[in-house]
């Protein structure tokens, strides 16, 4: 016999304030302060093209943002994390499952660098774990 699963309440609000920070936080992360030059370099990335793809570019990245922290925040609810620590967790555990195993295919089959892989994974990482820990805590 099956259990009926009952999705649990998502605040949108809290999902768009989750999508915010990932744009904050990519936008930051991918800067000349941190790993943009090293980024688009191995990336491959073209300046002049990259600006003018960026308006397009950055709203898809907002809509894959949302998707992103509405799923986590389903996942927070079915966990019942109701702390910033808890909600971390769960990030963690979506990031180890479905991030890192994923991506991993482009260093293994597609022989990309790791440097790469650990510059975007990275982003992931800290994204989902912050992600994952406001969306838990801000109830």
């Not at 930051?28 to 300046?47: M, Q, R």
């Amino acid at each position: 016999m099956y259990a009926r699963m009952t999705m649990p309440d998502v605040n949108l609000l809290h999902v768009l304030v989750a999508g915010v920070v990932a744009m904050v936080l990519g936008g930051l992360w991918y800067s000349p302060v941190l790993f943009a030059k090293t980024w688009a370099k191995l990336a491959n990335i073209n300046e002049e093209a990259a600006k003018k793809e960026a308006p397009m570019a950055y709203l898809k990245m907002f809509v894959t943002a949302l998707i992103s922290a509405y799923v986590l925040a389903v996942f927070v609810g079915f966990a019942g994390a109701a702390t910033f620590g808890e909600g971390a967790m769960i990030g963690l555990w979506l990031w180890l499952g479905f991030i890192f195993t994923v991506t991993m295919s482009s260093v293994i089959f597609e022989k990309r660098s790791w440097k790469l892989w650990l510059i975007n994974n990275g982003y992931q990482l800290v994204l989902m774990l912050i992600s994952g820990g406001l969306l838990a805590a801000w109830k």
